[in-house]
């Protein structure tokens, strides 16, 4: 079944500490894309990756971190998390001219 | 700098009664667009998208947009709606070449309520 899969679903952490979100495809997708989705303020690019090796900020990078070392694969780093951003965090994944993208089922993340 | 503007935060409509959800975008170049619904508690999906050609695209579930470059806007419709379509729905634009390829804006969201 053709899928994005992110991980863990839901996390509660404290300012700080740092954390992970996996993202996986298995699709062999080229693009791959982070999101987070806030009350009224839509979904705003976090960064996004072409291909393997190649990441580029979106509209609100500042205080995460990606990296694309295989194709499948495209984790979310928060090195120090703070409050404002919790939130609901979306992987996709797609080809490069979006003809069609496929979006994760969601990481919902609160930082106390 | 590249926005999507859609005008109602919040539709409520009865079943059967028609749909039309605005989106305006602002880009300076030759964009794709995507419309995206988000039921609730699940991931987005989407519903229809239009990079060239004919100006009506059709989707799925009875959906349709019109792109009118005139105007950049590309807004949703659907001649008669159900109670299942109560949902999120998000309209997004991509530049379609260089740097903004990738670069993918969202709108803020409509939410649309259908009562039975």
């Known amino acids: 079944e053709a899928q994005v899969t992110q991980n863990p679903r839901y996390l509660i952490t404290v300012t700080g500490k740092k954390l992970t979100v996996t993202c996986s495809q298995n699709m062999n997708h080229e693009y791959m894309s982070w999101y987070r989705q806030d009350p009224g303020l839509g979904l705003r690019q976090i960064y996004y990756?072409?291909?393997?090796?190649?990441?580029d900020k979106g509209d609100v990078p500042e205080g995460y971190k990606v990296s694309r070392k295989e194709k499948r694969n495209f984790p979310l780093i928060l090195e120090s998390p703070s409050p404002n951003q919790t939130s609901l965090y979306f992987c996709a994944s797609g080809n490069p001219r979006q003809e069609t993208q496929y979006f994760g089922p969601g990481t919902r993340l609160l930082v106390l | 700098a590249q926005s999507v503007s859609q005008h109602n935060h919040h539709v409520i409509l009865s079943e059967a009664a028609s749909l039309e959800l605005g989106c305006n975008y602002s880009?300076?170049?030759?964009?794709?667009l995507f419309w995206y619904v988000q039921y609730p508690g699940q991931h987005l999906q989407l519903l229809l998208k239009?990079?060239?050609?004919?100006?009506l695209v059709k989707g799925i579930k009875g959906f349709e947009a019109e792109f009118i470059k005139s105007k950049f806007s590309f807004n949703l419709r659907k001649p008669s709606v159900q109670w299942s379509d109560t949902a999120e729905y998000f309209c997004?634009?991509?530049?379609?070449?260089?740097?903004?390829?990738?670069?993918?804006?969202f709108g803020r969201g409509t939410q649309l309520t259908v009562w039975p």
């Open positions: 880009y300076g170049g030759t964009v794709n």
């Open positions: 997004a634009v991509m530049g379609d070449r260089g740097s903004t390829l990738g670069r993918l804006y």
């Open positions: 239009y990079f060239s050609g004919d100006p």
């Open positions: 990756s072409m291909n393997v090796e190649v990441t």
